[in-house]
């Protein structure tokens, strides 16, 4: 459709969320994100979160591990120097866990899972 901006967010229902009830489906919808608008900094202002989000995806929703690299990071849109800063707020809370090795991009484990069915908080 021409002259219509398609909607920054998509409220989704959780993927593989068939079979849960209606409460627990609603209090989890999902946001899809498309990947570049990650360093698009008037819609996230955040290093940090645009940095998480990449990551998460990345990660196929803490599935995998991923390197960090500054070519991810930039994707982005955080430069190699705010890279380990933001790693590092994002493993304070237990976001994420990170394996550092020298001269190498560090290795990131997303530790936020989506919710399962037997989850109630």
Known sequence: ?????????LLLPPPGSIGLNSAVRARW???????GWF????????DTSRLFL?????????????EATSALAGQAGVSPRSKGMCLRR???????????????????????RPPIENDRS
């Open 1 to 9: 459709m021409h002259g219509v901006d398609p909607p920054i967010f």
């Open 39 to 46: 360093d698009n900094k008037k819609i996230f202002p955040d």
């Open 90 to 112: 994002l493993e304070r809370p237990g976001a994420i866990r990170v394996e550092r090795q020298r001269r190498k991009a560090p290795v990131i484990t997303v530790l936020i």
């Open 29 to 35: 919808l999902y946001a899809r994100i498309l990947a």
């Open 54 to 66: 990449l990551l998460w995806g990345e990660a196929r929703e803490g599935q995998r591990q991923v």
